[in-house]
């Protein structure tokens, strides 16, 4: 089963920009498709974005369109959530997260789809 850890988060200003990783263990990003989450204090999850390279599907979330694009480093097992033009509203506590392929059907992608998750990593933006 893979495992997934976030990183990269931290306090940038508001129209900065930021890139977060996700590096996978146990297994390659190849198996699975990859979603990425947010969650701000004391509001719902969030899908904010969705790849599976085998169902050629790639989903981004309304609020994060235009700002947030996904890449990859097979080498290093990584993926990566570049997000620019950050806003206040972007600030929450962000997840990787795995599901197996041809699962993921309804979009925004429920959570209970994605079995591995990561533990998440702090982006706040602010003045």
């Known amino acids: 089963e893979v495992q997934l850890q976030a990183s990269g988060g931290g306090l940038v200003q508001p129209g900065g920009s930021l890139r977060l990783s996700c590096a996978a263990s146990?297994?390659?990003?190849?198996?699975?498709?990859i979603g990425w989450f947010r969650q701000a204090p004391g509001k719902e999850r969030e899908a904010i974005l969705y790849?599976?390279?085998?169902?050629?599907?790639?989903w981004y979330a309304d609020s994060v369109k235009g700002r947030f694009t996904t890449s990859s480093d097979s080498a290093k097992n990584t993926v990566y959530l570049q997000i620019n033009n950050l806003k206040p509203e972007d600030t929450a506590v962000y997840y990787c997260?795995?599901?197996?392929?041809?699962?993921?059907?309804?979009?925004?992608?429920?959570?209970?789809?994605?079995?591995?998750w990561g533990p998440g990593t702090q982006v706040t933006v602010s003045s």
């Open positions: 146990g297994s390659t990003f190849d198996d699975y498709a």
């Open positions: 997260a795995a599901a197996l392929k041809d699962v993921v059907h309804t979009y925004p992608p429920p959570g209970f789809n994605f079995h591995s």
């Open positions: 790849i599976s390279s085998s169902d050629g599907v790639t």
